[in-house]
């Protein structure tokens, strides 16, 4: 089974605690948080492009 699966099953089906999901598989917080607010699993949005200062331009 994909990370993400396990990931999303654990918290969802299994009513673990993101946090607990974290340390049980060795990922960051912000990993399972990512893994759990995917709308389509197996998908990763893009990140967001941000402009840069206007004193960096």
Do not use: C, W
């Not at 654990?10 to 607990?20: C, D, F, I, N, Q």
């Not at 990922?27 to 200062?53: F, H």
Request: positive net charge; aromatic residues 2%; glycine residues 6%.
């Amino acid at each position: 089974m994909d990370q993400v699966h396990v990931v999303r099953h654990k918290v969802l089906v299994e009513g673990l605690s993101r946090r607990e999901v974290a340390q049980q598989l060795g990922l960051s917080r912000n990993t399972v948080r990512k893994y759990v607010e995917q709308d389509e699993p197996g998908r990763i949005r893009p990140a967001i492009k941000r402009q840069r200062p206007v004193l960096d331009r």
